[in-house]
């Protein structure tokens, strides 16, 4: 009887933790009442029944944990919860030949530090030159560095 309680509970741990990898991603309540569950298997087969029989299930318990380590490693049950998607946005690239120091255009974001600005009729990433400065202000180019735009407050 004892031998059939320990096979159940030693199911019912293992049931707990497929559940945990394949319907619950993470490590949350299941896993943790599957793996105390198991720990609980070993435990009633040491006492209720003997030395031998807690062994036995402590190597079964292993190799079921191990087993299941495996499968959820290189099984299928983890494309589920896998990043799938891949990024094909990119940058904007404005040829910087098409602005100068001195050109003007009005913020679209708040520049702390950096932002967008419409600046020739283009929508472009700048840099503060002058601290933060609100949306919709207009704004100057005062230097050009590299790929970088460095803008000013228009003083009105």
Do not use: H
Not at 6 to 29: H, Q, R, S
Not at 62 to 90: E, M, P, Q, R
Not at 130 to 155: H, M, P, Q
């Amino acid at each position: 009887m004892e031998i059939g309680i320990t096979a159940l509970i030693v199911l019912l741990a293992t049931v707990l933790l497929v559940v945990e990898v394949v319907f619950v991603p993470g490590f949350g309540f299941t896993g943790i009442a599957g793996v105390l569950t198991m720990v609980g298997a070993v435990l009633y087969a040491f006492f209720a029944i003997g030395n031998l029989a807690g062994w036995v299930t402590l190597i079964a318990v292993g190799l079921i944990c191990v087993a299941l380590f495996l499968w959820a490693l290189y099984g299928n049950s983890l494309d589920k919860v896998a990043l799938k998607k891949n990024i094909t946005s990119t940058v904007q690239e404005v040829e910087m030949s098409k602005f100068s120091v001195g050109d003007r255009g009005v913020t679209k974001t708040r520049l702390a530090l950096i932002g967008e600005a419409e600046i020739n009729g283009y929508r472009v990433e700048v840099k503060s030159e002058t601290g933060f400065i609100n949306e919709g202000v207009e704004v100057e180019i005062a230097r050009i560095s590299g790929d970088s735009l460095f803008v000013k407050n228009v003083d009105k």
